[in-house]
Protein backbone atom coordinates (compact mmCIF):
# COMPACT_ATOMS: atom_id res chain seq x y z
CA UNK A 1 0.00 0.00 0.00
CA UNK A 2 2.80 2.57 1.17
CA UNK A 3 4.47 1.32 -2.47
CA UNK A 4 1.53 2.19 -4.07
CA UNK A 5 0.80 5.37 -3.03
CA UNK A 6 4.30 6.09 -3.66
CA UNK A 7 4.03 5.67 -7.12
CA UNK A 8 0.62 7.61 -7.13
CA UNK A 9 2.59 10.68 -5.95
CA UNK A 10 5.15 10.19 -8.98
CA UNK A 11 2.34 9.30 -11.46
CA UNK A 12 -0.34 11.81 -10.60
CA UNK A 13 -0.59 14.83 -13.20
CA UNK A 14 -2.72 16.98 -10.60
CA UNK A 15 -0.17 18.58 -7.60
CA UNK A 16 -3.32 17.63 -4.91
CA UNK A 17 -4.11 14.60 -5.67
CA UNK A 18 0.10 13.63 -5.49
CA UNK A 19 0.21 15.34 -2.03
CA UNK A 20 -3.34 13.35 -0.63
CA UNK A 21 -1.17 10.12 -2.02
CA UNK A 22 1.57 11.52 -0.04
CA UNK A 23 0.16 11.93 2.87
CA UNK A 24 -1.39 8.35 3.08
CA UNK A 25 1.71 6.77 1.57
CA UNK A 26 3.42 8.37 5.03
CA UNK A 27 0.46 6.97 6.97
CA UNK A 28 1.63 3.56 6.00
CA UNK A 29 5.09 4.33 6.16
CA UNK A 30 4.24 4.73 10.14
CA UNK A 31 2.41 1.63 10.26
CA UNK A 32 5.89 -0.06 9.04
CA UNK A 33 7.65 1.42 11.96
CA UNK A 34 4.97 0.65 14.49
CA UNK A 35 5.32 -3.08 13.01
CA UNK A 36 9.00 -2.97 13.74
CA UNK A 37 8.53 -1.68 17.56
CA UNK A 38 9.61 1.65 16.81
CA UNK A 39 6.48 2.87 18.40
CA UNK A 40 8.34 7.37 19.00
CA UNK A 41 9.02 7.26 15.86
CA UNK A 42 5.87 6.09 14.22
CA UNK A 43 3.68 8.98 16.03
CA UNK A 44 6.73 11.43 15.13
CA UNK A 45 6.00 10.50 11.37
CA UNK A 46 2.31 10.80 11.74
CA UNK A 47 2.79 14.53 13.43
CA UNK A 48 5.59 15.31 11.84
CA UNK A 49 5.34 14.33 8.06
CA UNK A 50 1.46 13.69 7.73
CA UNK A 51 0.82 16.69 9.71
CA UNK A 52 2.85 19.65 9.59
CA UNK A 53 5.04 19.05 5.78
CA UNK A 54 2.02 18.13 4.13
CA UNK A 55 -0.36 20.70 5.42
CA UNK A 56 2.60 23.22 4.32
CA UNK A 57 2.98 21.18 0.79
CA UNK A 58 -0.70 21.43 0.42
CA UNK A 59 -0.89 25.12 1.55
CA UNK A 60 1.82 26.17 -0.94
CA UNK A 61 -0.12 24.04 -3.65
CA UNK A 62 -3.02 26.18 -2.34
CA UNK A 63 -1.38 29.62 -2.97
CA UNK A 64 0.67 28.73 -6.20
CA UNK A 65 -3.14 28.16 -7.95
CA UNK A 66 -1.22 24.89 -9.63
CA UNK A 67 -3.96 23.36 -12.22
CA UNK A 68 -2.89 20.02 -13.20
CA UNK A 69 -0.14 19.68 -15.73
CA UNK A 70 -0.80 20.29 -19.02
CA UNK A 71 0.76 17.83 -21.35
CA UNK A 72 4.21 19.36 -22.73
CA UNK A 73 6.89 18.22 -25.40
CA UNK A 74 8.72 15.81 -23.29
CA UNK A 75 12.72 15.34 -23.83
CA UNK A 76 12.71 12.40 -24.95
CA UNK A 77 16.19 10.83 -24.40
CA UNK A 78 16.16 12.10 -20.75
CA UNK A 79 12.97 10.57 -19.91
CA UNK A 80 14.25 7.18 -21.55
CA UNK A 81 17.92 8.08 -19.49
CA UNK A 82 15.59 7.94 -16.40
CA UNK A 83 14.01 5.12 -16.70
CA UNK A 84 17.07 3.63 -17.80
CA UNK A 85 18.51 4.39 -14.27
CA UNK A 86 15.60 3.58 -12.46
CA UNK A 87 15.52 -0.69 -14.00
CA UNK A 88 19.17 -0.61 -12.76
CA UNK A 89 18.97 0.87 -9.52
CA UNK A 90 16.13 -1.98 -8.74
CA UNK A 91 18.34 -4.60 -10.64
CA UNK A 92 21.42 -3.72 -8.73
CA UNK A 93 18.50 -3.42 -5.06
CA UNK A 94 17.66 -6.90 -5.85
CA UNK A 95 20.69 -8.79 -6.41
CA UNK A 96 22.24 -6.71 -3.06
CA UNK A 97 19.21 -7.70 -0.85
CA UNK A 98 18.54 -11.47 -2.09
CA UNK A 99 22.52 -12.21 -1.83
CA UNK A 100 22.63 -10.70 1.94
CA UNK A 101 22.28 -14.09 3.74
CA UNK A 102 21.96 -12.25 7.05
CA UNK A 103 18.90 -10.70 6.00
CA UNK A 104 16.80 -13.81 6.21
CA UNK A 105 17.23 -14.39 9.70
CA UNK A 106 14.47 -13.97 11.92
CA UNK A 107 14.29 -10.70 13.90
CA UNK A 108 15.80 -11.18 17.45
CA UNK A 109 12.56 -11.04 19.94
CA UNK A 110 12.61 -8.02 22.34
CA UNK A 111 10.66 -7.21 25.79
CA UNK A 112 10.43 -3.10 26.72
CA UNK A 113 10.11 -4.24 30.06
CA UNK A 114 8.36 -1.46 32.45
CA UNK A 115 9.69 1.60 30.70
CA UNK A 116 8.36 2.17 26.94
CA UNK A 117 9.92 2.63 23.90
CA UNK A 118 9.84 6.91 24.19
CA UNK A 119 11.86 5.97 27.16
CA UNK A 120 14.48 4.32 25.93
CA UNK A 121 14.43 6.81 23.22
CA UNK A 122 14.44 9.60 25.72
CA UNK A 123 17.62 8.29 27.51
CA UNK A 124 19.70 7.95 24.56
CA UNK A 125 18.63 11.35 22.85
CA UNK A 126 19.32 13.26 25.45
CA UNK A 127 22.43 11.60 27.85
CA UNK A 128 24.11 10.86 24.20
CA UNK A 129 23.56 12.84 21.70
CA UNK A 130 22.69 16.29 23.93
CA UNK A 131 25.07 18.11 21.91
CA UNK A 132 23.75 17.40 18.40
CA UNK A 133 19.88 17.63 19.65
CA UNK A 134 21.02 21.48 20.28
CA UNK A 135 23.09 21.55 17.22
CA UNK A 136 19.35 20.50 15.38
CA UNK A 137 17.17 23.03 17.35
CA UNK A 138 19.67 25.83 16.45
CA UNK A 139 19.35 24.47 12.51
CA UNK A 140 15.66 24.48 12.90
CA UNK A 141 15.86 28.17 14.33
CA UNK A 142 18.16 29.37 11.63
CA UNK A 143 15.96 27.90 9.05
CA UNK A 144 12.81 29.82 10.53
CA UNK A 145 14.79 32.83 10.14
CA UNK A 146 15.87 32.45 6.68
CA UNK A 147 12.22 31.24 6.06
CA UNK A 148 11.09 34.84 7.09
CA UNK A 149 13.75 36.86 5.92
CA UNK A 150 13.04 34.80 2.42
CA UNK A 151 9.63 35.75 2.24
CA UNK A 152 9.84 39.61 3.19
CA UNK A 153 12.64 40.74 1.17
CA UNK A 154 11.23 42.47 -1.72
CA UNK A 155 11.78 40.85 -5.44
CA UNK A 156 13.60 43.35 -7.57
CA UNK B 1 7.68 -14.34 8.52
CA UNK B 2 8.68 -11.27 7.68
CA UNK B 3 12.26 -10.86 7.12
CA UNK B 4 14.78 -7.96 7.42
CA UNK B 5 15.19 -8.45 3.87
CA UNK B 6 11.49 -7.39 2.80
CA UNK B 7 11.72 -4.21 4.52
CA UNK B 8 15.01 -3.64 3.03
CA UNK B 9 13.52 -4.05 -0.46
CA UNK B 10 10.56 -1.94 0.37
CA UNK B 11 13.22 0.83 1.43
CA UNK B 12 15.09 0.68 -1.56
CA UNK B 13 11.36 0.77 -4.12
CA UNK B 14 10.41 3.50 -2.34
CA UNK B 15 13.52 5.16 -3.14
CA UNK B 16 13.74 3.60 -6.58
CA UNK B 17 10.12 6.06 -6.36
CA UNK B 18 11.41 9.03 -5.37
CA UNK B 19 14.43 8.85 -7.81
CA UNK B 20 12.01 7.94 -10.72
CA UNK B 21 9.94 11.12 -9.43
CA UNK B 22 12.77 13.23 -9.44
CA UNK B 23 14.46 12.30 -12.94
CA UNK B 24 10.96 12.33 -14.95
CA UNK B 25 8.34 14.97 -13.04
CA UNK B 26 8.89 18.25 -14.42
CA UNK B 27 7.10 20.09 -11.88
CA UNK B 28 9.09 21.69 -9.01
CA UNK B 29 6.70 21.00 -5.84
CA UNK B 30 6.47 17.35 -7.12
CA UNK B 31 10.14 17.03 -7.24
CA UNK B 32 10.27 18.36 -4.05
CA UNK B 33 7.99 15.67 -2.88
CA UNK B 34 9.76 12.68 -4.10
CA UNK B 35 12.89 14.00 -2.23
CA UNK B 36 10.72 13.63 0.90
CA UNK B 37 9.93 9.57 -0.46
CA UNK B 38 13.59 9.33 -0.82
CA UNK B 39 14.13 10.57 2.85
CA UNK B 40 11.97 8.19 3.95
CA UNK B 41 13.17 5.08 2.31
CA UNK B 42 16.41 6.02 4.20
CA UNK B 43 14.59 6.04 7.52
CA UNK B 44 12.45 2.88 6.68
CA UNK B 45 16.11 0.76 6.86
CA UNK B 46 16.97 2.74 9.65
CA UNK B 47 14.74 1.58 11.57
CA UNK B 48 14.91 -2.02 10.04
CA UNK B 49 18.42 -2.53 11.22
CA UNK B 50 17.41 -0.98 14.35
CA UNK B 51 15.15 -3.75 15.11
CA UNK B 52 17.53 -6.14 13.76
CA UNK B 53 20.49 -5.04 15.54
CA UNK B 54 18.57 -5.71 19.29
CA UNK B 55 20.55 -6.84 21.84
CA UNK B 56 19.48 -7.56 25.49
CA UNK B 57 15.42 -7.46 24.47
CA UNK B 58 16.22 -4.00 22.75
CA UNK B 59 16.53 -2.12 19.42
CA UNK B 60 18.99 -0.30 18.78
CA UNK B 61 18.40 2.96 19.93
CA UNK B 62 21.18 5.01 17.93
CA UNK B 63 19.39 4.01 14.78
CA UNK B 64 15.95 5.60 16.08
CA UNK B 65 17.71 8.34 17.42
CA UNK B 66 19.60 8.88 14.12
CA UNK B 67 16.05 8.55 12.14
CA UNK B 68 14.23 11.66 14.48
CA UNK B 69 17.21 13.65 13.72
CA UNK B 70 16.85 13.05 10.16
CA UNK B 71 12.79 14.01 10.24
CA UNK B 72 14.16 17.30 12.54
CA UNK B 73 16.35 17.99 9.21
CA UNK B 74 14.27 17.64 6.54
CA UNK B 75 11.17 19.15 8.68
CA UNK B 76 13.44 22.30 8.38
CA UNK B 77 14.64 21.77 4.30
CA UNK B 78 11.39 21.28 3.55
CA UNK B 79 10.18 24.65 4.75
CA UNK B 80 13.83 26.35 2.80
CA UNK B 81 12.80 25.14 0.05
CA UNK B 82 9.00 26.25 -0.22
CA UNK B 83 10.13 29.24 1.07
CA UNK B 84 12.24 29.21 -2.03
CA UNK B 85 9.74 27.62 -4.19
CA UNK B 86 7.28 30.86 -3.29
CA UNK B 87 9.73 33.51 -3.85
CA UNK B 88 10.67 31.62 -7.60
CA UNK B 89 7.07 31.87 -8.59
CA UNK B 90 6.45 35.15 -7.76
CA UNK B 91 9.34 36.20 -10.21
CA UNK B 92 8.36 34.38 -12.69
CA UNK B 93 5.08 33.00 -12.41
CA UNK B 94 5.96 29.37 -12.71
CA UNK B 95 7.13 25.92 -10.88
CA UNK B 96 7.77 24.23 -14.30
CA UNK B 97 12.18 23.46 -14.21
CA UNK B 98 12.34 24.29 -17.55
CA UNK B 99 11.08 27.75 -17.52
CA UNK B 100 13.64 28.44 -14.73
CA UNK B 101 16.75 28.47 -17.11
CA UNK B 102 18.32 31.57 -16.41
CA UNK B 103 21.65 29.87 -15.00
CA UNK B 104 21.28 27.94 -18.28
CA UNK B 105 24.44 27.86 -19.74
Not at chain 1, 89 to 98: A, G, N, T
Request: hydrophobic share 60%; net charge neutral; with cysteine.
Amino acid sequence: MMLFFGGMVVLNRNPVASALSLVVSFLALAALYVSLDAYFIGVIQILVYAGAVMVLFLFIIMLLDLKAESRRQVNFPAVCGGFVVIILFIKVLSDVCYGFDGGNAKFPPISQGPQGDVWHVGMVLFQQYNVALQVVGTLILVATIGVVILSKRELK
Amino acid sequence: MVTLNDYLFASGLLFAIGFAGVLLRRNVIIIFMALELMLNAANLSLIGFSRYNAHDGLPDYNGQVLVFFIITVAAAEVTVGLAIIVALFRARQTTHVEDMNTLKF
